[in-house]
């Protein structure tokens, strides 16, 4: 059971727009920490996709986005592309645990 | 070329040990924290421990806490986790990631920009 809660799955057309959503607590998302976000593609290894909220590192396109409020985070994904199939993952910290948690991971599909 | 270069695969018995490792290139090691992170097949990330190059301490995750020892080497600029006690459900594949940034008062967290290409630890009799 992870503390950061993810929707195992969600899905959409080529060009629609996604989103996933993170769910924490007072202590991690709502302490308040910064929420990153992880693309991994199969066999790969994780990517940083979203830093501290709503930043995107070098070389991310626009269409992925990051937003956060209260204990609760969420990443979109706009022009979904049949590239962008892969395993999302939240990160967070927590104060009770004393480390990094992660979300247990959204498989998005582009149908 | 900024890169972590994780060893090889490694198989063992359960109630064996492992030691990992992972070798940091193109950047100033001392500079960035080396964390390790496991995925058990078709499972989640799980952040085990984090080591801080420059002064040599560690946190680790409590489920791991007395089974997991992080070290690092400043002179080849590697680290080494050692996990202990080894039973099946340690089999995973097990990376690591720097971070620049442990995390402040206002609650601004390290991420992970960094991340080796893995190394699966299978453990079965």
């Known amino acids: 059971q992870s503390v950061l809660t993810q929707p195992p799955s969600v899905s959409g057309a080529p060009g629609q727009r996604v989103t996933i959503s993170c769910t924490g607590s007072g202590s991690n998302i709502g302490a308040p920490f910064d929420v990153h976000w992880y693309q991994q593609l199969p066999g790969t290894a994780p990517k940083l996709l979203i830093f501290r909220n709503n930043y995107r590192p070098s070389g991310v396109p626009d269409r992925f986005s990051g937003s956060k409020s209260g204990t609760s985070a969420s990443l979109a994904i706009n022009g979904l592309q049949a590239e962008d199939e892969a395993d999302y993952y939240c990160q967070s910290y927590d104060s009770d645990l004393i480390g990094w948690v992660f979300g247990g991971g959204t498989k998005l599909t582009v149908l | 070329q900024v890169q972590l270069v994780q060893s090889g695969a490694e198989a063992r018995k359960p109630g064996a040990s492992v030691k990992l490792s992972c070798k940091a290139s193109?950047?100033?090691?001392?500079?960035?924290?080396i964390h390790w992170v496991r995925q058990a097949p078709g499972q989640g990330l799980e952040w085990m421990g984090v080591?801080?190059?420059?002064?040599?301490?560690?946190n680790h995750a409590q489920r791991f806490q007395g089974r997991v020892t992080l070290t690092r080497d400043t002179s080849t600029s590697a680290v080494s986790m050692e996990l202990s006690s080894l039973r099946s459900e340690d089999t995973a594949v097990y990376y690591c990631?720097?971070?620049?940034?442990?995390?402040?008062?206002?609650?601004?967290?390290?991420?992970?920009?960094?991340w080796g290409r893995g190394t699966l630890v299978t453990v079965s009799s």
């Open positions: 193109g950047y100033t090691f001392s500079d960035y924290y």
């Open positions: 990631a720097r971070s620049d940034y442990y995390y402040d008062p206002s609650g601004h967290l390290g991420y992970f920009d960094l």
């Open positions: 080591i801080n190059p420059l002064g040599g301490s560690t």
